[in-house]
């Protein structure tokens, strides 16, 4: 199975239609799961679980398991069909895997969580302690994020931080010749 694939459906189903993959490596601790509780309490069940043909969850045990302490009737679902169970087993290690390997930018993350801080909005529906967030924001006050002015290197350039693009400092502006009619036309 590689490319795209075929156009994905949302099914709504009962949590008790679906049942666990048996050998899901991923553990979710109560403090998890209740942080994700009081998410789709804030924002509503968002991500959809992803299950075999048959129901069998492939993505998004803890969402199922917070579902069925809420007593929620219906969630969303993703049904992957046709799938082998060697690709069933490599799709449930990767997506708990690959999700491990991303990084937050702390200079973001801290002006986000302050800006939703300051509006009172609970930080903890986000996955976010108060620990985490005393740790992220320190004394309070925000990140600055707005991009410092570069200073030119000896040679007159700026070079990208990011690509190494060397450009130069300051692009004059380009002279516009005034327009005389065509008088200053070359003839031919």
């Not at 049942?19 to 994700?36: C, D, F, G, I, S």
């Amino acid at each position: 199975m590689g490319g795209p694939g075929p156009a994905l459906t949302i099914i709504y189903r009962g949590p008790d239609a679906l049942r666990p993959y048996p050998r899901n490596a991923k553990r979710h601790p109560p403090e998890q799961l209740r942080m994700l509780q009081k998410s789709i309490e804030s924002v509503g069940f968002a991500a959809p679980i992803v299950t075999d043909e048959h129901g069998m969850i492939l993505a998004g045990h803890a969402r199922w398991e917070v579902a069925r302490r809420m007593g929620l009737e219906q969630v969303p679902t993703v049904p992957l069909p046709g799938l082998t169970q060697e690709q069933k087993q490599a799709y449930v290690l990767a997506d708990n895997k690959l999700a491990s390997l991303g990084k937050l930018d702390t200079d973001v993350l801290a002006m986000e969580l302050g800006e939703l801080q300051e509006i009172g909005f609970d930080l903890e529906a986000m996955g976010f302690s108060t620990a985490d967030v005393d740790d992220l924001l320190g004394d309070g006050a925000l990140p600055d994020l707005e991009p410092e002015e570069p200073e030119p290197d000896i040679d007159g350039t700026v070079t990208c931080p990011e690509c190494g693009f060397r450009f130069p400092a300051k692009v004059e502006s380009v002279r516009k010749k005034p327009n005389n009619g065509g008088r200053n036309a070359k003839r031919r």
